[in-house]
């Protein structure tokens, strides 16, 4: 059976050298009086000095309790800074989601009123006093699920994730996810959620772990803000059910916010690896074109083209190139790197291209189409192959193929890869039997 080892790839772990545990880059709550000047850290002193130390650990290892009493400097631009960006920037390493869930606790003042908006505006002079809140119970449980550990370490965990498992619950998909049997695992941080306010809602951020919960919970007659909650411990973004390959989740607070960061920023690497229905035009290009919900299906996200579009999507940019042509021109495999991380954002610009995922039924991959273009380029003899083949095609043919990051704790570089799955494995071979020609780099008309 031929893998994707003969197509150049080399698939390997590597880090620049071994992880080293370094405790000193942890920030405990007692140190931020230091660290803010005028800025005040509250925490409680009563009890003995065991006691005391068990509080101390605990505030330590998750902020819950932790007060800043400070006034907002004058380089802030008057009326240009939300007050979850602001707080989130004076308490090092705390996540901004859950600074978010202690404005909507009610938790935060500012000039002496609870304001309870993450995107209230502060400005010079401004008075904020703010306390964090507790962490709220975990709602997903721990779950004896095998799970397919490419790297682990104190700090984060990469898991080479099959296709068809779930990335983190959901109303009416309460249990075999990820986050489940991650949780059987190992311990991690529980962070709040909700659909409005888990991410920023600026251009620039990642929403790979936004998906269409929303619609499914109303659908229901839940509520998604509470239903939705301290399900997704650690998660740092997500692949679609059907999408198979690597994804880190962060071990500690710390480590979410850094690697969150990352995201934000675009310094994480991911490349992908796909099978198309017909061939991009050029082999290889950048596609930036805005992804946003499809009016017509609210399960699918689409390409919208033009600024007259009443739409509302969101900037999206991928490069792409052509590996290899298959079965005479009828498919192909194509390498993907997101420069954004919007839901179903490959999946989208595929079905912009006219190349839509083999196996992917919601963007245009259907069987039947997949058919017709591979029977006029097939030999009669392997008909009944062809056709056997694409009956199976179960989920959209796409991998996360490599991982690159700078560890949230170390700063070393790391660098994951994982080869595709047996049923990826599988078509591209049989593809391959009717026909395959490599794309050397020189061919292609833009490099990716």
Request: glycine residues 8%; aromatic residues 6%; charged residues 25%.
């Amino acid at each position: 059976m031929l893998s994707l080892y003969s197509c150049g790839y080399c698939y390997r772990v590597s880090t620049s050298r071994a992880f080293k545990i370094q405790t000193s880059t942890s920030v405990s709550a007692s140190n931020y009086k230091y660290r803010f000047g005028t800025a005040r850290t509250v925490i409680a002193s009563s009890g003995s000095d065991k006691e005391q130390n068990s509080i101390e650990d605990n505030k330590r290892s998750n902020y819950s309790g932790v007060r800043l009493e400070e006034t907002v400097d004058n380089g802030t631009r008057s009326g240009k800074l939300r007050l979850d960006n602001w707080i989130s920037s004076r308490i090092n390493g705390i996540s901004r989601a859950r600074v978010q869930s202690s404005i909507k606790a009610g938790l935060v003042h500012v000039n002496g009123r609870v304001i309870d908006k993450s995107s209230f505006k502060v400005k010079a002079g401004d008075e904020v006093n703010c306390t964090i809140t507790e962490l709220q119970q975990l709602r997903a449980v721990p779950e004896n699920i095998p799970l397919d550990i490419v790297y682990e370490d104190e700090h984060v965990i990469v898991i080479n994730k099959p296709a068809h498992m779930v990335v983190h619950p959901a109303p009416g998909n309460t249990s075999g996810t990820l986050v489940n049997g991650i949780l059987h695992h190992c311990n991690l941080p529980n962070f709040e959620f909700s659909n409005q306010e888990a991410l920023p809602d600026t251009e620039d951020s990642e929403d790979e772990f936004k998906s269409f919960d929303s619609e499914a919970s109303s659908s229901e007659g839940l509520d998604s803000r509470l239903s939705v909650a301290s399900i997704r411990p650690g998660i740092v973004h997500r692949l679609d059910k059907g999408t198979s390959g690597l994804l880190v989740v962060a071990k500690d607070e710390l480590s979410h916010m850094k690697l969150s960061e990352q995201f934000k920023l675009r310094t994480i690497k991911r490349v992908y690896v796909s099978l198309t229905a017909g061939v991009p035009t050029p082999t290889a290009g950048r596609v930036e074109v805005p992804v946003g919900r499809d009016p017509n299906n609210r399960l699918r996200m689409t390409a919208v083209v033009g600024l007259g579009s009443s739409m509302k999507a969101r900037h999206a940019a991928s490069r792409y190139r052509v590996i290899e042509i298959l079965a005479g021109g009828s498919c192909a495999l194509v390498e993907w790197k997101l420069e954004t991380g919007r839901t179903h954002q490959i999946r989208a610009h595929a079905k912009y291209l006219g190349v839509p995922l083999l196996g992917d039924e919601v963007y245009g991959g259907t069987k039947s189409m997949i058919l017709s273009l591979l029977r006029p380029r097939t030999p009669p003899s392997l008909h009944g192959q062809v056709a056997h083949m694409v009956s199976r095609l179960d989920r959209p043919c796409l991998h996360a193929l490599t991982l690159g990051f700078q560890h949230p704790h170390t700063g070393e570089q790391v660098h994951l890869s994982s080869k595709p799955p047996l049923d990826f494995d599988e078509i591209l071979s049989q593809l391959r039997r009717i026909g395959s020609e490599r794309i050397s780099l020189s061919k292609h008309s833009i490099s990716s």
